[in-house]
Every structure is written in C-alpha cells, then in structure tokens.
C-alpha cells in the first residue's frame, strides 16, 4: 500500500533479534524493528517515559510528503486495535486524494459514506449521514 | 533557556529522523530514515511500545 511499517522501543536491535526469533507471535513479522536505546525518536514524539526510559504506546502516521497525520498514544497496558489503525490509515489515503472531503467515525474503506463540510451542512450532520 | 527538544505537531512537517532497525527479511540489521522513505513516495507508520517481550 505504498507504506512503510516501522515498530519502535527502547530496546536495541539486538533484542529485537532475540525476541523474534524466541516469540512465536512473531513467527510472520516482515516489518522492519527499529531500536530507540537513547529515546531520541521517542521524544520526538512525546511518548518517552523519563521515569521508565520506555516508549509509551503511541502510533504516528507521515504522509509522503513528511507531514504528520495522525497520532494516538496510549498509556501502558492498553492495546492498540489493528482495525482502527487500518481506518485511520485508509482514511488519511482517501483524504489526501479528495481534501474538500471528510471521513466520518464509521466511514472505513473507499466507497463508505463521505461528508463535505459546507454551510448546507451546518445543524444537517443527521441527514447528511443519512443519504 | 533553550528547549533543544522539539515534538511533532499534527499537521507539521516532521523533522528528519534515523533509526537502526532489525529486518527479519533479511534476517539483518539497516537503517531507515525519513527523508528517504518520502523520496520512495510512501507513508511512514511508527509503531511505538514500552519493550520487547510484552505484548505490543
């Protein structure tokens, strides 16, 4: 899909390594596993954790053109939802064809219900939605 | 006092960053930086989490 998937931590290259050759969840991983042993990228972002030296969860999209999309940033122990990831990506491909238009929360692939913002929309959200 | 760190901003231009990688295609490590992958044309997804041997 013309994207480039990149995880981060903390850790270094090396236990990358290490985990996904022991981790059988990782048994399929294609993606490259980038190693943040100083936190510099990771306070880039604003999810280094000074008092853990760990990368908070966080997930950040950059268009080819190296702006920044979207971003989302968990705390510890809560999850990410692949589905939603995959939405908000398709959605920010979608927009970045057509930016006079808006992806809805339950728009989620190419031909999903789309609104233009526009005088005649304003207090008409619930019979745009509709049509 | 300078604030020497700066922090991406939706809707502004990322700086420029690099990043040592394991690639398990090539059961190697590599680089990626920034200004390459906008020359490739593509999106970039980072995929932050606290440490390796959890789940992410």
């Not at chain 1, 057509?98 to 959200?125: F, H, I, N, Y």
Request: proline share 4%.
């Amino acid at each position: 899909m013309g994207a480039e998937l990149i995880t981060v931590s903390t850790d270094t290259e090396f236990v990358h390594l290490a985990w996904k050759r022991d981790e059988k969840e990782l048994a399929d991983v294609k993606y490259a596993m980038g190693a943040d042993p100083t936190g510099k990228l990771s306070r880039l972002f604003g999810v280094y954790d000074e008092g853990s030296g760990l990368a908070l969860r966080g997930t950040f999209i950059i268009s080819p053109d190296g702006t920044l999309f979207n971003s989302e940033v968990n705390f510890y122990n809560m999850g990410r939802n692949i589905d939603e990831l995959m939405r908000k990506f398709k959605a920010n491909l979608y927009l970045a064809r057509k930016a006079d238009e808006g992806c809805p929360s339950k728009w989620k692939d190419d031909g999903d219900k789309t609104l233009r913002p526009g005088p005649e929309m304003v207090g008409r959200v619930h019979e745009a939605l509709q049509d | 006092m300078s604030d020497e760190i700066t922090t991406a901003k939706i809707g502004q231009q990322v700086p420029d960053f690099e990043l040592t990688v394991y690639e398990p295609e090539n059961h190697g490590f590599g680089s990626r930086n920034l200004a390459d992958l906008k020359k490739a044309g593509k999106w970039t997804i980072l995929f932050f989490y606290p440490a390796d041997f959890t789940f992410v």
